[in-house]
């Protein structure tokens, strides 16, 4: 297991997976906005709660990418394209589990069986997000098969 | 309840089919809606939301549409209907020949943390006087294709089921074996003290929940509690007593439709009610207009419910994100850009209007005045406390950068007249509100001396053009586009802006020319000389511009006028106090999609107008 890689390369492909959803949230191709969507969690203040959901989101990212360096651990090597199937596996949880389950916990996030005395600010992302977006599926697709491929390359080259 | 052509009061369709528009009352639970005719027949309802499917649509699909009737079995006299006070809950009492029969029916709205389906709709028939014999008749049919479902008799009721889409429907006491086709049909007596109870569940991709009658009866009285204190909220402080009630039918409506779970607020919950009956101007207004949020805004700001006209707000911009700094003409309630508008082929429309559209051509538009509306309602939670955060700022800075750089362009307009861009007055108007907001929140924000600057020159350019191009000398008036004299009744928000004195004799002139030329009998107005869009037919009064005229005249210093008006408006609601879009000014038909969320946002609007001139003493502010 390498430890130092982990802590080093989890931070920078968390990183460019976020670079890569803020970038997509800037050219107008999803409105799924994750610091947001975290941060919310922790305060009703978006300005605020960006700031703690991009911490809250780099801590998650590390936590995956334990996940992932302890997959590359097991297999006894790291590669780009080991990496961009763990990515592709990693996002269909995260698309069809973790975000339309979010609104179960998330204290500011509206159900699809909300009522007139909810008080969630945020409308629920939906099964793949698709309320954020047709292309918010394939947006988050890429993010995360960057964030695999980032993780493959750097722990591969070790 | 209906009246003739010489008094007010709805009037009923002139010949057969379904019931009228008029006689159709809303039930809802924030996520779906149902219409309920005075006879018991729902004939309107989609799954699992708003702009989903018909389930119950022979509305305006006929009777292979579908329909869940509950009522007498001999077609009886309505002694009396109403909703319960300061809730959603409807209750129809009719005097039949063996006693009186009352039902009372609601769709349960909160659901909290309880086993419940998404959407539960519950009807309870009671007898008194005897016993009564009663019908039940439960037909669905899905979507286009009136497609029938599958039904399974279980011991815990009746299943139906479309794949994925089902319904369930249990009762208590338990129906005996039913008759018709698929043995949904029943015919049963009831008898007094021994209520029937029958609870219709909804699962959309989801197994369905089968709820008790007694639990489910028990879910929809909770809920009437809530919507008492959701009521007891309201803030009806210098409004006159006799316009209290009406006042709370139109808020609680308004929060009818406006779709929890994205705070999206649903135009009306209808497609292809006409404006025209038989003829083509059939509409699917299913879709959330950022106009009618802003407008939702200051109605709920007004009467102190802070919290709905902040989620309208922050629905808004979430809701735009993908298409700034460009404000998109109307969204799905998810905040998606609508399917194209086709028709439902083989539907035959209420009283023979074809087509029935879904989707909504409109939504490729260029409007310029919903950016007026949408800095305005930002203006306002300002001005009542509420800070903007620094994503809202800079969402309405970005609005209002787009005005200053594109009023100069024709645009729509917010009649939505296809293939009609033009400089409309009233869109120029709405352009120089959102700079003038703009500012205003600017001032206490914080922006850019330059930009700044910028905002100020091009609201004083607008002033200036409008002034000299939208106002003729002839009529004395502003008119409906440059180099038009025809006029326009959204140029009535002119005295609520600031661009002009709101006593001034341009101002009063205006609204008389509208209301003289525009007047279509009684309280009522056209919108546009009729005519005049290109379409074949004609139309109705529009009803949400007779409310402006009330705000106009009550802004302008002519309480008195205004309230007149008002009393005049009021007693032609539904027997219900609900409005549609449009009504025939010489019988009161109601016309167009209904309830109508414009129109009783505009009543709110009117309202609150008549307090505050009341508590100015009449005059006109300065």
């Known amino acids: 297991m390498d430890w130092a890689g982990w802590a080093v390369f989890g931070l920078i492909a968390t990183a460019a997976l976020t670079a890569v959803m803020i970038g997509a949230q800037l050219a107008g191709l999803t409105r799924l906005d994750l610091p947001l969507l975290l941060g919310t969690i922790f305060t009703a203040d978006p300005d605020r709660a960006r700031v703690a959901g991009f911490f809250a989101h780099l801590v998650v990212g590390q936590g995956f990418a334990l996940g992932y360096a302890a997959a590359f651990a097991l297999w006894g090597r790291a590669t780009w394209w080991l990496g961009v199937a763990l990515g592709a596996v990693h996002v269909s949880v995260v698309l069809g589990a973790v975000v339309p389950l979010l609104a179960g916990v998330h204290p500011r996030l509206a159900s699809d069986r909300a009522g007139p005395a909810s008080r969630a600010t945020l409308e629920p992302p939906g099964l793949f997000g698709l309320n954020y977006g047709v292309q918010t599926p394939v947006v988050a697709v890429v993010a995360h098969l960057v964030y695999g491929l980032a993780l493959g390359l750097a722990l591969g080259a070790r | 309840m209906t009246a003739t052509a010489s008094g007010p009061g709805p009037a009923p369709a002139a010949d057969g089919g379904g019931a009228p528009i008029a006689d159709h009352a809303l039930i809802g639970d924030t996520r779906t809606a149902a ?178 009658p007694e ?184 609005f209002v950068d787009e005005v200053a750089r594109r009023w100069r362009e024709p645009d729509a307009g917010i009649w939505e007249v296809r293939d009609d861009a033009a400089h409309h007055v009233h869109s120029k108007l709405m352009a120089w509100l959102a700079l003038d907001r703009g500012l205003r929140i600017a001032r206490r924000r914080g922006v850019p001396e330059r930009r700044r600057r910028g905002w100020v020159a091009e609201r004083e350019a607008i002033a200036a053009e409008v002034r000299t191009r939208g106002f003729d000398a002839g009529l004395g008036a502003y008119v409906r586009s440059y180099g038009s004299t025809e006029l326009d009744a959204a140029v009535l928000v002119l005295p609520l802006l600031g661009l002009e004195p709101p006593g001034s004799p341009r101002t009063r002139a205006t609204i008389d020319a509208i209301r003289s030329r525009l007047g279509a009998g009684g309280p009522f107005l056209y919108r546009y000389p009729p005519g005049s869009d290109g379409l074949p037919g004609g139309e109705g009064a529009f009803l949400p511009c007779s409310f402006w005229l009330v705000q106009a005249l009550a802004a302008s210093g002519r309480r008195p006028e205004a309230a007149e008006l008002f009393d005049e408006l009021l007693a032609w609601a539904g027997p219900l106090g609900l409005y549609p879009e449009e009504a025939d000014p010489s019988s009161g038909e109601f016309l167009g999609n209904h309830p109508q969320a414009l129109t009783h946002a505009a009543m709110v609007q009117a309202t609150l107008a008549l307090r505050d001139s009341n508590r100015l003493g009449g005059s006109p502010p300065s």
């Not at chain 2, 959603?88 to 389906?117: C, H, I, K, N, S």
């Not at chain 2, 919507?227 to 929060?255: F, K, M, N, V």
């Not at chain 2, 059939?282 to 709905?308: C, M, T």
């Not at chain 2, 989707?359 to 309602?377: E, I, M, R, S, T």
């Open chain 2, 35 to 212: 219409l309920v005719a005075s006879d018991g027949t729902l004939d309107w309802m989609c799954l699992p939301h708003f702009d989903g499917e018909p389930v119950f649509g022979s509305l305006v699909g006929g009777p292979a549409a579908g329909k869940f009737r509950a009522g007498p079995l001999r077609r009886s006299p309505v002694a009396s209907r109403r909703y319960r006070p300061s809730t959603t809950t409807l209750e129809t009492t009719w005097t039949t020949d063996q006693g009186r029969l009352t039902l009372t029916e609601g769709m349960v709205a909160e659901l909290g943390r309880y086993l419940l389906p998404e959407t539960l709709v519950v009807r309870r028939l009671a007898a008194a006087d005897g016993p009564v014999d009663v019908e039940v008749d439960l037909a669905p049919r899905l979507g286009e294709s009136n497609r029938p479902p599958v039904v399974r008799h279980r011991r815990e009721g009746v299943v139906l089921a479309w794949g994925s889409l089902a319904l369930a429907l249990r009762s208590d006491p338990v129906l005996p074996p039913g008759s018709g086709d698929a043995a949904t049909s029943w015919r049963v007596r009831v008898e007094p003290g021994r209520p029937l109870t029958l609870v219709l569940s909804t699962a959309d991709r989801q197994p369905l929940v089968h709820v008790d």
């Open chain 2, 215 to 398: 639990r489910a009866w028990e879910a929809l009285r909770d809920d009437e509690e809530r919507w008492r204190r959701w009521c007891g909220h309201i803030d009806t402080a210098g409004i006159e007593p006799r316009y209290r009630a009406p006042l709370e039918r139109s808020l609680l409506t308004l929060r009818l439709l406006t779709y929890s779970p994205s705070g999206a607020p649903v135009a009306a919950p209808t497609t292809s009610l006409p404006e025209d009956p038989g003829g083509v101007r059939n509409w699917d207004y299913r879709f959330a207009w950022p106009r009618d949020a802003s407008i939702g805004i200051g109605a709920f700001l007004g009467v102190g419910h802070v919290d709905e006209a902040r989620h309208f707000l922050a629905w808004l911009l979430h809701a735009s994100r993908l298409a700034r700094p460009r404000l998109p003409v109307l969204l799905t309630l998810h905040g998606r850009y609508p399917r194209p508008e086709r028709e439902l082929r083989g539907w035959p429309g209420y009283r023979s209007s074809r087509p029935v559209r879904t989707g909504n051509g409109a939504a490729d538009q260029h409007q310029l005045d919903g950016y007026g509306w949408v800095v305005d309602a930002a203006w306002l939670l300002t001005r009542a406390g509420v800070r903007l955060d620094g994503e809202t700022w800079r969402a309405v800075r970005g």
